[in-house]
């Protein structure tokens, strides 16, 4: 019966040694394009960054985050590495690559499309 017990608490705790490696995964892909690599979310559509956002601070609020929704983060997700997680104005949490928040645009009709590069001389591709 001991050794039932034990071998029960090594499974779970591998298990929750495999949860906890899921959830810490990075928030984005990054993609091979003829233009370089680009990161973009779980669904392939392409993130961006904005020029005016600054110190890890979004700056895109309102329309603008409707035109560029965030990408979202969980209130428990952490960053590591060259990603984090910012706090916006309104209480969502959004993730950041190297301190630069994270949109897609909502004109990319499919992944892999990158029609918000340049627009308004101040929204960019986002490349790792």
Known sequence: MQRMLSILAASALSLTALTLAATAAEPAKRVKTQNGEILVDQKGMTLYTFDRDLGGKSACSGMCATNWPPLLAQ?????????????????????????KPLYTWSKDGKAGDTTGDGVNGVWHVAKP
Do not use: F, H, L, N
């Open 75 to 99: 209130k428990d997700d952490k960053g590591s590495g060259s990603w984090s997680v910012i706090q916006r104005d309104d209480g969502t949490m959004q993730w950041a690559y190297e301190s």
